[in-house]
């Protein structure tokens, strides 16, 4: 079963637990009537649009729908890279890498070129050729490199993406969905390099003592001017692709655009649409008093150890509910995790996240004593 049917199918269970069993501690909605639906018409067979902080799904279409993402995979290579290999490491190309088809920046069998160098070939020139090199001056081989692709994927949680090579090139048993890929963004996303690389229009050969200039082939760099990344693909299975980060009202969206004939203009359109119906909305600052527990009292003071700043639609209707445990039979310190905060759109849950414990809790003896039968099993 695909994941999409079962996130339905246990999204809607556990929204109807949620609203039924939790309390409503907090409800921002507006008079107006919702939008049920959008009036955003896309050419591609899939897409997405994710806050890359809140992992929040602003807008999408199909986006579970397993199918080839062509050199998009490029961004999990750069993860693997950036979390396993040494940037500065010298790589001698093989022939394997240099005799590579498809993109290409060129590489030449024995040039020695870092691995830090090959991270800029690889997402500004899309070259297979410095995929193949990334993969084997880390792994030994292609076939270990992508062995490590698949354990990072499978430790992100993306059950529809499975890799059988670090640079995209048609294979049934390469596959992806828009949402796995806006994940996979949003993860390589936290490493600064990766960052600097992917908005990078050019760069010359002398500024990091490269073996060559670098052009960035990404144009929707030039044609959204808060673009700040990421990938294009292209291959005659996966048609045009794209992965694009932007910035909109200091935030980055992740746009994803698989098989879109006019992949810059539907990722354009997008862009658009969610600056004009989207807001960011903080609904609880760092440290802010939430909740309190066990449930009904006031032993525990719950909070948030980040601010909860998430992107909302314009006309829509979002309510806050938290889970805090009803009783308390053991000792908490400061800091840890004790409940959850749940955000929905309407009757969808859209995001959640741990809550804190902001003071220390001490069992006394007397619940100790109280809480043994239970915890005896009597």
Known sequence: MKRLTKTIIYGVVFSLIINIFLPVNFVKASNKQVKMETDLNINARAYIAMDANSRVVLEEKNSETIMPMASTTKIITSLVALKYGDLDKKVEISSRSASIHG??????????????ELLYGLM???????????????????????????????????????????HGLDDPEHYSTAYDLAIVTAETKKHPLFNQIVSSKDVEANKYNFTRSYHNINKILWQIPSANGVKTGYTGGAGKCLVTSVNVKGNDVIIVVLNAPGRWKETSKIYDYVSKNYEYKKFYSKGEIIDSAPQGRSDLRLTCDKDIIIPIKNNGEYSVKTRVPKEINYNVKKGENLGTLYIFKQDKLIFNYALKADNDYKVSITKKIKFLPRLLGK
Not at 106 to 114: D, L, M, N, Q
Not at 127 to 140: L, W
Not at 147 to 166: C, Q, V, W
């Open 124 to 166: 500004l020139r899309s070259g297979n050729d410095a995929a193949i090199a990334i993969a084997e001056g880390i792994s030994g081989t292609v076939e270990e490199f992508v062995k490590l692709m698949n354990e990072y994927a499978a430790s992100l949680g993306l059950i529809d993406t499975h890799f059988h090579s670090p």
């Open 103 to 116: 993109s290409t920046v060129g590489y030449k069998k024995g040039e020695t070129i870092s691995i830090k």
